[in-house]
């Protein structure tokens, strides 16, 4: 089985989203609580934390592990039976 991905090397998907921060860290992030938003945001390992659990980079990176996942286990099952 083959599994074609399209997909930007995930530091530059992260560095792009720091770029935007900081070009528009005055707008409120809405999938932040504003009560947490200054502890969640305030360095970059926060905020890379951030970005890699929440929509949408976050849920793009957890479908692409679960399809390798499915993939090799769906793999190593088919050739387990064929011997």
């Known amino acids: 089985m083959k599994i074609l991905v399209c997909v930007r090397d995930l530091r530059a ?21 504003p009560d947490s938003r200054p502890l969640d945001m305030a360095t970059i390992p926060h905020r890379v934390q951030h970005w890699l659990n929440t929509p949408p980079v976050g849920v793009g ?23």
Do not use: G
């Not at 935007?20 to 932040?32: C, E, F, G, V, Y």
């Not at 479908?63 to 039976?81: L, M, R």
């Open 13 to 33: 998907i992260i560095c792009s989203m720091e770029k935007l921060w900081r070009k528009n860290k005055h707008l409120a992030d809405p999938t932040i609580k």
């Open 61 to 83: 990176v957890t479908v692409v592990i679960n399809a390798i996942q499915t993939a090799s286990s769906a793999t190593s099952t088919s050739s387990a039976s064929r011997t």
